[in-house]
């Protein structure tokens, strides 16, 4: 019992703290105090560099519920219903959520690491010694960057996973003129929206989690290798429960 106890007291404090720290960079957003340098650089981290790998992961995981969902509708003379449901899947879920992750673990990863080093060698007590304060400075840019930039790499991504599936499907035997009418049947902008609403969230837990984790960082190479870690944990894990209830709210 006390384990419970002390179990949901750790989630309350850490709730709390990630909620104070949010309030902090609302508060610098709403008096204007952006650095300009660092946002943009960040904004090229989560969407630029992160590109490559982010388009690979939605192209196959496109081709694969393409291939699977090709031969179920084919054996049964539905196959002018392939396209829309992949592209409607892609949307809704598979675009928005595996961005979501490969960047927690490409970007959140990185952010951790980064600042927790920052925190393990005394440079955010040098930070606030010269009156900067490091939530404005670190945690501001990459929350914008975050918000900004997932949306943007879930299109490109949302394009590319339903361009695979359509590969795939041609393969299987469904014609491009069944896929791409069945896909203008059933995809509605309210599903390009609400997914791209989703990734907004994703990108704001991918940030405030992972800069949490490395300014809170403490035990030399050691804690930071674990606030590494467990951000990237934290940060997946809190995607695929805000996944449920975003999906149950906007769909």
């Not at 002390?6 to 960079?25: C, H, K, P, S």
């Not at 467990?230 to 769909?251: E, G, K, R, T």
Request: aromatic fraction near 6%; include cysteine.
């Amino acid at each position: 019992m006390r384990t419970l106890i002390a179990d949901f007291t750790g989630i309350l404090r850490y709730t709390g703290q990630l909620g104070i720290m949010l309030g902090e960079a609302a508060g610098t957003l709403g008096r204007g105090r952006i650095h300009l340098k660092q946002t943009v650089n960040q904004m090229s981290r989560f969407g630029v560099d992160s590109m490559p790998i982010v388009l690979v992961t939605v192209l196959f995981s496109g081709m694969v519920l393409a291939l699977h969902t090709t031969q179920q509708m084919v054996r049964v003379g539905a196959a002018r219903y392939v396209g829309g449901l992949v592209v409607v899947s892609v949307a809704r879920e598979l675009g928005p959520v595996l961005t979501a992750v490969v960047v927690a673990a490409r970007v959140g990863s990185a952010i951790a690491a980064e600042i927790g080093t920052m925190s393990v060698t005394e440079q955010i007590d040098a930070m606030r010694a010269l009156a900067v304060r490091p939530v404005g400075f670190l945690v501001v840019p990459r929350l914008i960057a975050g918000v900004v930039m997932l949306p943007v790499l879930t299109v490109v991504s949302d394009l590319t996973g339903a361009a695979g599936g359509c590969l795939v499907a041609l393969h299987q035997g469904v014609t491009a003129n069944e896929y791409l009418a069945s896909a203008r049947q059933f995809l509605d902008m309210y599903d390009v929206w609400g997914g791209l609403l989703k990734t907004a969230v994703f990108g704001a837990i991918i940030a405030t989690v992972s800069c949490h984790q490395g300014l809170t960082a403490s035990g030399g190479a050691d804690g930071v290798g674990r606030s590494t870690t467990a951000a990237v944990v934290l940060s997946i894990s809190l995607i695929y429960v805000a996944d449920f209830f975003l999906s149950a709210v906007i769909f």
